[in-house]
């Protein structure tokens, strides 16, 4: 990833959905299986410890059972999401709604997508997502401050463990963050490989830019 491509970390602005993209140098299909397998999303996905799925809709939604094991708690959340391969030039897309009772989770009801655009360099794996700020008014406080930019950094993070396991073979476990801590030289993630914005910004929000089946999942 070239210096180019990269950007600082999401600051003040209007626009408050969060937007994670990197580039992985993958066949689409590796990508999209290691995205779409729950037993493997958890594995290099940081916000997730397990997801479980539980149903099946008519309209071929996967509605799904995810937790959080943060060792002293366990956040708990449901959610539904639906992967689909078409698109302009072998772009695929992803949506999810989620949601949480669990008065402990720093973020409450949400909605977001993922886009795979394939390019002569892989694929641009993208995410846009928003969702409601947890713990009340406290909540709402620290969530532009400190909650929305660490839930940015464990994204793109996370998109970074992708990416190695992906285009390098290298296992998430490998890559967990207390291993970047020991001394030596062993391979890392890192956020900052990752956009924090539209690389073109046009007249759409990002959650305007969501494909069409994350709206259709709320009806």
């Known amino acids: 990833m070239t210096s180019a491509r990269r950007a600082s970390r999401p600051g003040a602005r209007r626009d408050a959905a969060l937007y994670v993209e990197i580039v992985i140098r993958a066949p689409m299909e590796r990508v999209w299986e290691l995205t779409q397998e729950p037993s493997a999303h958890v594995r290099w996905d940081g916000r997730f410890t397990s ?3 539980t149903a099946v809709r008519e309209d071929g939604a996967q509605e799904f059972a995810y937790e959080l094991d943060l060792g002293v708690h366990t956040i708990r959340g449901t959610g539904v999401s639906r992967g689909e391969r078409r698109g302009r030039a072998g772009e695929r897309t992803s949506a999810l709604l989620f949601d949480t009772t669990d008065r402990l989770s720093p973020l409450g009801a949400g909605r977001g997508y993922w886009r795979y655009i394939p390019t002569d360099d892989g694929v641009r794996f993208l995410t846009g997502y928003d969702y409601a700020p947890g713990w009340g008014p406290l909540g709402r406080v620290l969530d532009p401050l400190v909650t929305r930019r660490f839930v940015w950094w464990l994204t793109a993070w996370s998109f970074d463990r992708l990416r190695l396991w992906a ?28 956009l924090s914005r539209p690389p073109r910004p046009g007249d759409l929000t990002i959650m305007q830019n969501a494909p069409s089946s994350l709206a259709e999942l709320g009806r």
Do not use: F, K, N, V
């Open 167 to 194: 285009e390098e073979g290298i296992p998430p476990e490998q890559t967990g963050w207390w291993r970047s801590l020991r001394p030596g030289r062993r391979p890392r993630a890192h956020a900052r490989r990752c």
């Open 51 to 53: 997801i479980r799925p």
